[in-house]
């Protein structure tokens, strides 16, 4: 099974960033796809996740309404669409897969390798 996150980069204050997650090896449609990040010198904490159907999702309450999580079976990725970035946004994210429909962070099966996102302000 691999997870292959990609998409962050360095971008300015109140930009938008999409992120990628490109899976293999499972079968994806089953699986809640989720997002976390870590910024520097803090614990991994939760962004967004998605159902397997993409019905259902849930946000971290501090990127709400600026942050949208999507899935397309159809190519085994999921996408977090990220805008009004801000500097504290700033940390390694990382997609993740698991068979429950909301497991805890520490509960996810599969891990990606995580991708930088940088905000300058």
């Known amino acids: 099974v691999q997870l292959q996150a990609s998409g962050g980069g360095l971008v300015q204050a109140g930009g938008p960033l999409r992120l990628s997650c490109a899976t293999s090896g499972l079968t994806f449609r089953a699986y809640t796809m989720g997002w976390f990040r870590q910024a520097p010198g803090k614990e991994r904490e939760f962004v967004a996740f998605v159902s397997w159907s993409g019905g259902r999702t849930s946000y971290a309450d501090s990127v709400k309404g600026r942050f949208t999580i999507s899935r397309e079976n159809a190519k085994n990725t999921v996408y977090l669409q990220m805008s009004s970035l801000k500097p504290e946004d700033t940390a390694v994210y990382y997609c993740?897969?698991?068979?429950?429909?909301?497991?805890?962070?520490?509960?996810?099966?599969?891990w990606g390798q995580g991708t930088l996102v940088t905000v300058s302000s």
């Open positions: 993740a897969a698991d068979l429950k429909l909301s497991p805890p962070m520490n509960e996810y099966q599969y």
